[in-house]
């Protein structure tokens, strides 16, 4: 059954690998693989199958499928670019690694956790450990404990290890603009996100808040795009822009660019500088994990994909600035889902593509080269289906067999497997192979594409270049890799990618609008007529000097549909939100701005609201210039939407939330109704004049940890409760200096959200967050009374787990296949976020009251 394709329509869990979410605890994964047993895990059709592919050495097979039927190993990443990357780095080698040393499980030793050698700086990690070992042992459960809590925070995340393979290879930079062709649920996404900040290494300081780069995240599912905004508030990046778009006709974006040195602002159709098609696939180097695909797999789920992969692949060479790279990958073995579907687009492009040698990257990563030939089964059916015919060459009496009697044969009693060549291969069925092409009868010839089949160039185009990993290899899932650049000669201007130029425009379209603006200031008070005859003057003024605000009814420029009746062609109707940037003179921009000591390098101009009427109610979110150029299209109307968003884009979310409205209390001290949200931190911190900075010691941190709401008379005495006192009723942020605390030393500055009410204040971050953070200084959680972690649990996530759980039972019952992909997804993200929202409204419930208190309190004093 096909893994994220549309192979099988009408049937959701077959379209998109079955959608379904399942426990944290894991119980869902455990039982399945205990109630299938490895009776469950063979098809006579894969191995017939992939002993006649010759992917794998004869040798090597019973390993092979050895691999495939043992339970995958759990494998995560340390995210990198974070203050807590070299913390974890350090806790994994210096703690965990001893710690978990020496343990036995069932009377063996239990192999210890080990660093993939050839994911960069120890970032990534695999565990070769049995589930149950993994439970039931305390050393183990302790460690899985540390895995939920950090994962949870978004410093961890759980990731298959084939699948952090191909972002390692789009050398990702920071001033790249990135395609993610299929992102859901977003795991390479992630990855992709933290290269775009950082290189990938476990220094802090290399981390760039607001690079000019953007990653765009697409899935052609709207659901599953909504997962893609849930994966990346754990990675809260102003650079990242979610859209909801077929890959196959990624649309063609026109954007403001300007050309270095120019001072003219062109428009231009936005180029990329990475891509990745991590394209719908059979899904069978999953096999280990997605026990389903045993059953209904068959070769022809592959080449019934290969048409949409190959559309999506050349979408994807096409949407590639000259120069630039495209990684495609697949979670399959079979070559007409890879080597063919490469090879295809390589003739397509006419020699304006090449496949790029990899061999030297990553040595410690073990892969097989990619094959020249391989054999083709168009049908599900006999050849006879496909009239093909009779006298073809290579035709034998085997490869006529009905698919009945192939079935039988499926049922025939088992004989030893592997090894012995030949008579092992006899106690497999025949398939129904297709020598060529030319072999079908002529009205098949036009139904199956010919680029299933090697046409004897595969060599000319290099198809070695390609890379496979196999399951024994590395005792991990299997996948394939090809490495792409494009050469075409063509517009070597936009070599600098095109990210520069775009903020260069921007920058160049801001001045205009902002010396129309001083202008227009400058001009006497307007009656009510001459105000309306203004506005239209303006209007056509913005129009001319390109707006680079964006659209909106505010601005009089908006072109009056109704969001609903906007689609892509016969596709879903289009419902999201508008994306309109705040006007920079609006009041409430402004008091964030001064209230949070914003320096000139957090532009205001990129603040963007989700309401027609540009003003910030509840959330604002911040984006970089170069999303900005992208989402206004560079003015007003551009885009064709309502409000100026490149409609064809079908945008899900974008940029980080980094303001939160928080005016239930009513103190009319208080002079800036918002505060930074704590996703926010690492992108805002640097962003801040050092004086609106406050500054604690590692013993007022425990101190704030420990108490829930302290007041402000028992706060330790010291600097940090002088300069609390002195501050203003508002949202604060707190750099904590390194030091010691009963043994504890905290090694590096963080920075924390803090709430001043009148009498009182409080950190500002949610229950896990704190816990997570507490237990990684001070060795246990100062939140608890037992010092234990906790963990929350939110009663939409106990639904959400019941009904996942529900619908699990419910598909495996219809035979579908688990995602565990997705699964992992959900467990890295959707679940945790919806705690943390309810522990956020919780906290501003609380910080009402307390202000309301505080009030009071402060009234009686
Ligand atoms: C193999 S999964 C991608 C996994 C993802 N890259 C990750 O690392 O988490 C394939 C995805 O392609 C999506 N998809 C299927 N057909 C598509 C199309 N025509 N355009 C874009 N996405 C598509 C599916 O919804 C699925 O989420």
Redesign the pocket.
């Known amino acids: 059954m096909p ?4 192979g099988g329509r009408g049937r959701r869990g077959a379209k ?1 690998g079955g959608g379904i979410a399942r426990s944290r605890d894991d119980g869902g994964r455990s039982n399945t693989w205990q109630s299938n047993g490895p009776a469950m895990q063979t098809n006579k059709y894969f191995e017939a199958y992939y002993w006649d592919q010759n992917i794998v050495n004869p040798d090597q097979w019973q390993a092979f499928l050895d691999h495939l039927r043992a339970p995958l190993p759990t494998s995560f990443r340390i995210t990198s670019g974070k203050p807590t990357t070299a913390i974890l780095i350090e806790q994994m080698q210096n703690f965990y690694l001893p710690y978990l040393s020496n343990v036995k499980f069932e009377g063996e030793q239990v192999p210890p956790p080990k660093a993939l050698p050839w994911y960069p700086e120890s970032m990534g990690w695999q565990i070769d450990v049995k589930k149950n070992a993994l439970r039931k042992t305390e050393q183990f459960q302790k460690f899985q404990q540390f895995l939920v809590h950090e994962t949870e925070v978004g410093n961890i995340s759980r990731q298959e290890t084939v ?1 952090m393979i191909p972002p390692l290879f789009l050398n990702v930079e920071p001033h790249h603009i990135v395609l ?10 992630a990855q992709l996100i933290e290269a775009l900040h950082s290189p990938l290494t476990t220094m802090a300081e290399s981390y760039d808040p607001c690079p000019p780069g953007i990653v765009i995240a ?4 709207a659901k ?1 795009a909504h997962m893609l905004v849930h994966q990346s508030a754990r990675l809260p990046s102003p650079n990242i822009v979610v859209a909801n ?4 006709r990624w649309p063609s974006v026109r954007v403001p660019w300007n050309a270095k040195g120019s001072e003219s602002v062109q428009e231009r159709t936005m180029k990329f500088d990475r891509v ?1 098609a ?4 059979s899904g069978d180097g999953t096999l280990r994990k997605n026990l389903m695909i045993w059953k209904d797999w068959h070769p022809h789920n592959g080449s019934s994909l290969h048409p ?1 992969q190959l559309r ?1 692949l050349m979408r994807g060479l096409q949407s590639l600035r000259n120069g630039g790279r495209l990684v495609y990958s697949t ?1 399959s073995l079979n070559p007409i889902e890879d080597e063919a579907v490469v090879a295809q687009a390589l003739r397509d492009c006419k020699g304006t593509v090449k496949l790029v040698d990899q061999s030297h990257a990553f040595p410690e990563l073990i892969r097989k080269k990619g094959v020249f030939t391989w054999k083709v089964c168009p049908t599900k059916g006999s050849k006879d289906k496909l009239n093909v015919a009779k006298t073809a060459e290579g035709e034998t009496e085997g490869e006529q067999k009905s698919e009945e009697k192939i079935e039988g044969e499926q049922k025939a009693e088992e004989k030893t497997e592997g090894g012995e060549g030949s008579s092992y291969r006899d106690t497999l069925p025949q398939l129904p192979y297709v020598e060529k092409h030319d072999d079908l009868a002529p009205e098949w010839r036009e139904k199956v594409p010919k680029s299933l089949w090697p046409q004897g160039d595969e060599e000319a185009l290099g198809l070695d270049k390609c890379m496979r990993i196999l399951p024994q290899d590395q005792n991990t899932g299997g996948f394939f890799v090809a490495v792409l650049e494009k050469d075409d000669g063509s517009e070597p201007e936009l070599s600098e990618g095109m990210a520069h130029g775009m903020v260069r425009a921007m920058g160049l379209k801001d001045a205009t609008v902002s010396k129309q603006e001083a202008a227009n200031t400058a001009k006497r008070p307007l009656n009510g007529d001459e105000e309306e005859e203004s506005n239209k003057r303006v209007k056509t003024d913005a129009d001319v000097a390109g707006d680079a605000n964006g659209a909106g009814p505010s601005n009089g420029v908006a072109v009056e549909k109704k969001p609903e009746d906007i689609g892509q062609p016969g596709g879903a109707p289009y419902r999201e939100d508008p994306m309109v940037y705040v006007d920079q003179n609006n009041e409430q921009s402004q008091s964030i701005v001064s209230f949070f000591g914003l320096t000139d390098k957090f532009d205001k101009r990129n603040l963007l609201v989700r309401n027609r009427d540009a003003n910030p109610l509840r959330s604002a979110y911040f984006t970089s210039t170069s999303v900005r150029a992208l989402i206004t299209c560079g003015g007003a109307g551009k885009g064709d939407h309502p409000y100026g968003n490149p409609l064809k884009m079908r945008l899900i979310n974008s940029g980080v939330r980094s303001f939160a409205r928080q005016d239930s209390g009513k103190d009319p001290q208080l002079k800036c109704k918002w505060r930074v949200t704590s996703d926010a931190i690492p992108v805002l911190r640097p962003l801040i004049e050092a004086k609106k900075i406050l500054h604690a010691s590692i013993s007022d941190f425990a101190f704030m940890i420990s108490n829930h709401y302290p007041k402000l008379s028992d706060v330790p005495e010291g600097d940090f409760r002088t300069a609390l006192q002195n501050e203003d009723i508002g949202s604060h942020l707190v750099d904590i200096a390194p030091g010691t605390y009963q043994d504890q030393k905290l090694e590096r500055t963080i920075c924390v959200p803090i709430w001043r009410a009148p009498a009182s204040m409080n950190l500002m971050l949610e229950r896990q967050e704190k816990s997570a953070l507490s237990y990684r200084i001070f060795g246990k959680d100062l939140s608890n009374p037992s010092g234990a972690r906790q963990f929350v649990v939110s009663k939409a996530q106990k639904q959400a787990q019941a009904q996942a759980n529900a619908k699990r039972q419910q598909k495996e019952e219809q035979s579908m296949k688990i995602d565990e ?1 997705e699964l992992e ?1 959900l467990e890295n993200a959707a679940a945790s976020t919806t705690a943390a929202k309810e522990e956020q409204e919780q906290q501003e419930e609380t910080a009402a009251q307390v202000e309301e208190e505080g009030q009071e309190l402060s009234v009686d004093v």
């Open positions: 893994r994220g394709g549309k998109h699948s993610d062709m299929c992102a859901a649920p977003g795991s390479k996404t697409n899935d052609a599912d599953r778009c077929d890959a196959s990745l991590d394209v719908p696939c949409l999506i979670c992909d997804a």
